[in-house]
């Protein structure tokens, strides 16, 4: 048992479990006012539901040895008999921080179908998606088949933030656009939320990236400058474009643009170096502003850009991974720039690719069966009333 | 009797206040209101899309008034709330017919 790991671990979880009420601050700021109380809600209770999964049959469905890279086994159920990592630190250590990434994967979704899911519909979406779809994907990722083949993730581009940014846009795509989306305005209520959701992500994601390196050690040192680079260079870059394009340096956009770097930068964080952060931060800025367009074009509501900063985010990284990979910071492959061919570069494509077409898929048919059912959407009145009266039966400001 | 209602920049109703206290109003009820004139709106950008702001922030001030007084303080109301630019806002003066003070059953003239 190494002491130093284990406090570093076990720190990082409380830091990954601060990202999801930071979350819902970032997205609640962006709501209109009648609308906050849910999507508080729908974060928040994502740390209800999901760590509870998690404890009964998640971890064994991830981390349980199944003896083959598709799914884990139930040697785990209900957290039995885990037993510790090489003997480097406790195995409830690891449980405790992998929980934390699988309740805040689906709370990322909630960004995109803001204002409309019925909570009841939304609790059966993602508890159904936590098992079917960041379960394998997870498996695949950080313990299976996408691993083996030699792609790399280091705390979850693909496994978190491609999955959650695909499972955005199907849910989207089922449910259907805003009522009045395109005709009135629906812009943020309390940016000073969003700002302050922004410091707690960024705050957090420190622990995201660098507890990735389950130890106390110098990746684990690399990792929390990366991470920090990459979301100050994001804001920079996003910035940038946004001044040139729009004529303004907005306070959504310097916080958007920070996101969008620790996006991009969480598939790298322990295997690149040197100016590499700065590449990849700014190029998430710039990228994923510019990809505010695509839902625009093609007349999806994804309300609060989940697609533009997560997915595009996270494939920015995964495939810049491909290119500024360096063994020399971390023993595993070199990216093209650092001599190690197309080879990785090649191999994190096909795990972009795999994970958003699983994703995507499963997403759509879970959508699409709780839509036949039980329903998926509030009604109109509803609505328009807004979901923190119509679902929750609460106000989140009273004069 | 008469009510007097002035919507005006938000900034000025200190000076408005000011002004009318001066000359002897004893009570005058404000509101915060939202409206649109000849000023327009602004244009706000979240994200790159761009938000017409058509309702501007104004306040809305209300006195009831004795009939003799009711061209001071509106001439009061109108040099105070003055900026000269655009968006200065209205004054407009209606008839009442009934006031009553609650705490007393005071009616007319008396209640003012």
């Known amino acids: 048992m190494d002491t130093g790991n284990t406090a570093w671990v076990l720190t990082s979880a409380a830091l990954v479990l601060f990202m999801t009420p930071g979350l819902a601050f970032f997205y609640g700021g962006m709501v209109r006012s009648k609308h906050v109380l849910g999507m508080l809600m729908q974060n928040i209770f994502a740390m209800g539901l999901v760590s509870t999964l998690w404890a009964v049959v998640g971890f064994s469905l991830v981390f349980g040895d199944g003896g083959n890279g598709w799914i884990g086994n139930f040697d785990h159920l209900f957290l039995w008999d885990v ?6 630190i406790p195995g409830m250590a690891f449980v405790a921080f992998q929980m934390m990434f699988a309740v805040i994967t689906p709370a990322l979704i909630t960004g995109a179908t803001a204002d409309r899911l019925k909570f009841s519909s939304y609790a059966i ?12 994907v997870a498996k695949w990722v950080f313990n299976g088949w996408i691993l083996d083949m030699g792609a790399l993730d280091f705390a979850g581009g693909t496994a978190i933030h491609i999955n959650a940014g695909v ?15 395109g005709k009135e305005p629906m812009p943020p209520h309390n940016l000073p939320q969003t700002v302050l959701g922004t410091g707690i992500l960024w705050f957090g994601w420190i622990g995201f990236n660098a507890g990735s390196a389950l130890a106390a050690n110098g990746i684990a040192a690399q990792a929390v400058v990366n991470t920090h680079l990459a979301a100050a260079t994001g804001m920079l870059g996003w910035l940038l474009v946004e001044k040139v394009k729009s004529g303004h340096a907005t306070t959504l956009g310097a916080a958007s643009g920070a996101v969008a770097g620790l996006v991009a930068i969480t598939p790298c964080a322990g295997f690149v170096g040197g100016a590499s952060p700065l590449i990849i931060g700014t190029a998430a800025g710039v990228l994923c502003y510019l990809a505010l367009a695509i839902k625009e074009k093609m007349n999806w509501d994804d309300s609060l850009d989940v697609i533009a900063v997560h997915l595009v985010g996270g494939v920015v990284g995964t495939l810049l991974l491909g290119l500024f990979a360096d063994t020399t910071v971390n ?20 795990a972009a690719v795999v994970v958003g077409a699983f994703s995507f898929a499963v997403t759509f048919a879970i959508a699409k069966s709780i839509q036949t059912t039980v329903g998926l959407r509030i009604d109109e009145d509803a609505e328009y009333q807004g979901l923190d009266q119509s679902q929750h039966a609460e106000s989140a400001y009273t004069a | 009797m008469k009510i007097i209602t002035a919507v005006i920049k938000p900034f000025k109703l200190d000076d408005v206040k000011t002004a009318l206290k001066a000359i002897g109003v004893a009570g005058i009820t404000v509101s915060e209101v ?5 000023q327009g709106g602004h244009t706000e ?11 501007v922030p104004k306040v809305e001030v209300q006195i009831v008034a004795d009939d003799a007084s009711t061209d001071q303080i509106v001439d009061t109301i109108a040099s105070s709330a003055a900026t000269g ?19 007393t059953g005071e009616e007319g003239a008396d209640a003012l």
């Not at chain 1, 979406?125 to 394998?136: F, K, N, T």
């Not at chain 1, 499972?167 to 989306?181: D, E, F, P, S, T």
């Open chain 1, 83 to 88: 037993t510790d990592l090489d003997g480097d």
């Open chain 2, 85 to 103: 630019k655009i968006g200065d806002g209205k004054i407009w003066v209606a008839d009442v017919d009934r006031v009553v003070r609650i705490r």
């Open chain 1, 125 to 136: 979406l993602i508890g159904l998606w936590s098992i079917l779809v960041y379960v394998p």
């Open chain 1, 331 to 350: 023993d595993a492959f070199d990216g093209l720039f650092y001599g190690g061919g197309l080879e990785l570069l090649k191999d994190q494509f096909v």
């Open chain 2, 45 to 55: 950008t979240y994200r790159g899309a761009e938000y017409q702001i058509d309702f």
């Open chain 1, 167 to 181: 499972a955005a846009l199907a849910v989207v795509i089922v449910v259907g656009n805003r009522r009045g989306h």
């Open chain 2, 34 to 38: 939202r409206g649109f004139g000849r």
